[in-house]
């Protein structure tokens, strides 16, 4: 039997691309494929020093990033780059949720209601945007350089107390469409 551990807090962040099983449908999986590599080489591209692909699923990625501040950088730098490499055969169009909390940790995977918590809060985006719970936004802290709109209590599916969530925006360069 695997042992479990309490993991040290961070931000556990889900992101997944919008549309993926439709556009699989259309285009095949050769092109499906071509789309997942993208995907996941721009989330590598773009992870925070520090921060780790926990793993992928299907179109989604599970990343884990200790400092929250860096996880929403590196969200927003993952979503300028999504969007500067869409095109109608490449359709980037990615929805992600941040939430900061001490998942269990278990053969290098992790588990408990944080993980299951930034899932349902990725389930809440729309294509190209970024949630973040109101844990989230407290530990990367007042001076984030980030632009944030509350959306409000939201309830989401498993958990009984609504939870307020924030639309982030971080003020960083605009990345070259050329860099794709």
């Given at each position: ?13 889900f992101s997944d691309i ?40 299907g179109d989604g990625v ?77 530990a990367a802290g007042p ?38």
């Amino acid at each position: 039997m695997t042992t479990s551990a309490l993991s040290p807090s961070g931000a556990i962040t889900f992101s997944d691309i919008a549309g993926f099983t439709r556009f699989t449908l259309e285009a095949g999986d050769v092109a499906a494929l071509a789309l997942l590599d993208e995907f996941e080489s721009i989330v590598r591209t773009a992870l925070p020093s520090g921060g780790r692909i926990v793993k992928m699923l299907g179109d989604g990625v599970l990343t884990f990033v200790p400092d929250a501040c860096a996880a929403l950088h590196g969200a927003a730098e993952q979503q300028r780059r999504f969007a500067a490499c869409a095109s109608a055969e490449l359709p980037l169009w990615v929805r992600t949720g941040v939430h900061f909390g001490s998942p269990i940790e278990r053969g290098g995977d992790l588990f408990g209601h944080d993980v299951n918590l930034a899932s349902r809060v990725a389930d809440q985006a729309i294509p190209g945007e970024i949630l973040a719970t109101a844990a989230a936004i407290a530990a990367a802290g007042p001076d984030a350089g980030l632009q944030l709109a509350e959306i409000g209590p939201v309830f989401v599916k498993g958990i009984d107390d609504a939870i307020r969530l924030f639309r982030v925006e971080a003020t960083l360069p605009v990345v070259d469409p050329a860099s794709c």
